[in-house]
C-alpha cells in the first residue's frame, strides 16, 4: 500500500480570484453591449469562451473553517491538503474534500471480557482523539470514523487481558487499582493502532470497570476475603515490629532482665493485645514475676 503524507496545496486568495472573476464578467457584458449596438456576431467567438470560462471558475472557490482541512484531488492525484482558515481559490477542476480537525470522544460500550486471571469482566472506556495528518485519514483507511471505533475497542479487549481486575500487591497494577497507569497503557496502544490513520489520541481513560453480573456476588465475596486477609497481615507486620521496638528498648535501657520464657510469654502478650479484635482485658501481677 502507498502511503500518503499531507503537504501543502498551492492556493490563491478568494478576494483576489473574485477581482479576476469580477474583470471577466464586466468584459462579456462590454463584448456583450459592443456586439448587440454594432450588430457584429463575430464577437460570440470572444463572449462564449469568456463567459464559459467565468462559470467554471466559480466552483474553484471555497471555504475552511477553523479546526478545519480540505484535501484537494485533481483528476485523482492528490494535490495536497488546505488548513489555513479563510477563503480561498484552486483549480475548479479540484474535488475538495473535507476532514475535520476538531477533537472528537469515542466512547465504547461494554465489553465483556476475561481479565489476566481469567475472570469475566465489562470494561468500557472513553477516548479523546483528533485527525493531524488529512492525508492519511482520507486515502490510508476506508473511513477513518469508524476505523478509530474498531481499533479503540480492539485495544480496549487486549489491554483487559493482560492485567488482573484488581491485585492487593501494591507493586502488582491491577485494572482497579492503578487506573494512571492503565489509562497510560491504553492510550500508547490505542494510538499505536491508530497511527496509520493519521490519528492523534489526546486522552484514554477507563470510563466503566466491573465484574461481569453471573460472578460479580462471589467476587465481591473473595474481595473481602483477600482484603480481610491483607488487613491482617499489615496488623501483624505491625505488632510484630512494634514487639520488636519494645524489646529492644528494654534491653538497651536495662529497665528489667528477662530471660527467653519471659521474653516469650511477653511477645505473647503484646500480640494478643495487638492483634485481637475485641479489647485485650490486662491482668495486673503484684507479685513476683516468678
Known amino acids: 500500500m502507498k502511503a500518503v503524507t499531507e503537504t501543502t496545496a498551492t492556493r490563491m486568495n478568494g478576494f483576489l480570484a473574485i477581482f479576476g472573476e469580477l474583470v471577466i464578467l464586466g468584459l462579456v457584458v462590454w463584448l456583450t453591449v459592443t456586439a448587440i449596438t454594432t450588430q457584429d456576431p463575430s464577437l460570440l467567438w470572444a463572449i462564449i469562451p469568456l463567459a464559459i470560462c467565468f462559470f467554471i471558475a466559480m466552483g474553484g472557490f471555497f471555504i475552511v473553517q477553523p479546526n478545519e482541512a480540505r484535501v484537494l484531488v485533481l483528476f485523482g492525484k492528490y494535490n495536497g491538503s488546505v488548513q489555513n482558515d479563510g477563503f480561498w481559490f484552486v483549480n475548479p477542476f479540484t474535488n475538495k474534500k473535507r476532514i475535520s480537525m476538531r477533537i472528537h470522544n469515542f466512547n465504547s460500550e461494554k465489553i465483556k471480557v476475561n481479565d489476566r486471571d481469567g475472570n469475566p469482566i465489562e470494561i468500557a472506556a472513553v477516548i479523546v482523539w483528533r485527525v493531524f495528518d488529512s492525508a492519511r485519514a482520507l486515502f490510508d483507511v476506508e473511513n477513518y470514523e469508524q476505523f478509530v471505533a474498531i481499533q479503540s475497542e480492539t485495544a480496549i479487549r487486549a489491554l483487559a487481558t493482560e492485567y488482573p481486575y484488581d491485585s492487593h500487591d501494591d507493586n502488582r497494577p491491577s485494572l482497579r487499582s492503578t487506573p494512571g497507569d492503565i489509562a497510560d497503557a491504553l492510550k500508547k496502544q490505542v494510538q499505536t493502532r491508530l497511527e496509520i490513520a493519521g490519528v492523534e489520541v489526546l ?29 491482617r497481615k ?47 482485658q490486662p491482668i495486673i501481677n503484684t507479685g513476683s514475676l516468678y
Request: without cysteine.
Open 234 to 280: 499489615k496488623i501483624v507486620e505491625g505488632a510484630v515490629g512494634m514487639v520488636q521496638d519494645a524489646l529492644r528498648m528494654l534491653s538497651e535501657q536495662k529497665i528489667v532482665e528477662l530471660d527467653e520464657e519471659k521474653k516469650a510469654q511477653m511477645v505473647n502478650n503484646l500480640m494478643v493485645a495487638l492483634v485481637s479484635e475485641s479489647e485485650a
Open 203 to 231: 486522552e484514554s481513560r477507563i470510563s466503566h470497570l466491573a465484574y461481569a453480573q453471573e460472578i460479580a456476588q462471589a467476587m465481591l465475596r473473595r474481595q473481602q476475603a483477600q482484603a480481610i486477609i491483607a488487613a
